[in-house]
């Protein structure tokens, strides 16, 4: 049996800290970007998808207790799910509390056609400092750029530059990583000096801004596969022309 391919995305925002419709547009945004999809079920203990009837007001109550609870669209052979929590301040950028969207949609080519719309939804309806959708296989290998060995530091693969652990990073507005698309709000762009016409030129030919001011970045015309070595090497430079992202610039 194959396994299913995943697109997953991760979003970083400022923290909830009560009911200010976020959350609401975030879901609201998705089901905009994908045309007939309806997040309306949650999962119950057994994993199976529950319909929720009061969508609005369950989600701006969670919202009080800094929570997007896990949604669903109910279908379990094409599963979209999505949910948010709190980041403590210990384990976030520039010592702040942040608030964290994660998505999984099926990698299939509606969602590849939507996977940016996708993203700006989320983006721009949490007011995020970042974020990124990236294929869950190429999405491993990034998470070795950060993740800690028994020995001590990262052991990314394939050649990726190690990046600092999340509270190591100077200010929430610096991305942590790179991804297939990119979400990098106006202060995160300012943060890594994004874009400059001389050197981003290619770049710029796969981006849009967003209407708040950030920009859509995609780094590939496919879904980022780190198999295909000029993914891989798109992804390489993308490191050296950003060196804040992950916290590597050394002030």
């Known amino acids: 049996m194959t396994t299913r391919k995943r697109l997953e995305l991760n979003v970083y925002a400022p923290a909830l800290?009560?009911?200010?419709?976020?959350?609401?547009?975030?879901?609201r945004g998705v089901e905009l970007a994908l045309p007939g999809l309806r997040l309306e079920w949650e999962i119950d203990k057994e994993g199976r998808p529950i319909e929720v009837p009061q969508r609005e007001a369950w989600l701006a109550e969670a919202a009080t207790?800094?929570?997007l609870p896990l949604l669903c669209n109910g279908d379990e052979?094409?599963?979209?799910?999505?949910s948010g929590l709190r980041r403590f301040a210990s384990a976030s950028a520039g010592g702040?509390?942040?608030?964290?969207v994660h998505a999984k949609l099926p990698l299939d080519a509606p969602v590849v056609t939507a996977a940016a719309n996708v993203l700006e939804a989320v983006t721009e309806g949490i007011r995020a400092y970042w974020g990124q959708a990236?294929?869950?296989?190429?999405a491993l290998d990034i998470a070795y750029q950060i993740a800690p060995t028994l020995e001590g530091p990262p052991s990314p693969r394939r050649g990726l530059p190690a990046l600092k652990l999340f509270q190591h990073i100077r200010?929430?507005?610096?991305?942590?990583y790179l991804g297939w698309l990119n979400y990098w709000s106006a202060a995160a762009a300012r943060a890594i000096g994004f874009p400059d016409p001389a050197r981003d030129a290619e770049l710029l030919s796969r981006s849009r801004r967003t209407p708040s001011g950030g920009w859509v970045v995609q780094l590939t015309e496919e879904p980022l596969d780190l198999d295909a070595p000029a993914h891989l090497d798109a992804l390489k430079r993308a490191y050296e022309r950003f060196p804040e992202i992950g916290?590597?610039?050394v002030p």
């Open 96 to 100: 702040q509390p942040q608030f964290q």
């Open 65 to 67: 207790r800094g929570k």
């Open 247 to 249: 916290g590597r610039l």
């Open 171 to 176: 200010s929430p507005e610096i991305p942590y």
């Open 17 to 27: 800290v009560r009911d200010d419709g976020r959350t609401l547009a975030v879901v």
């Open 134 to 138: 990236t294929p869950d296989g190429a």
């Open 77 to 82: 052979s094409h599963p979209v799910t999505i």
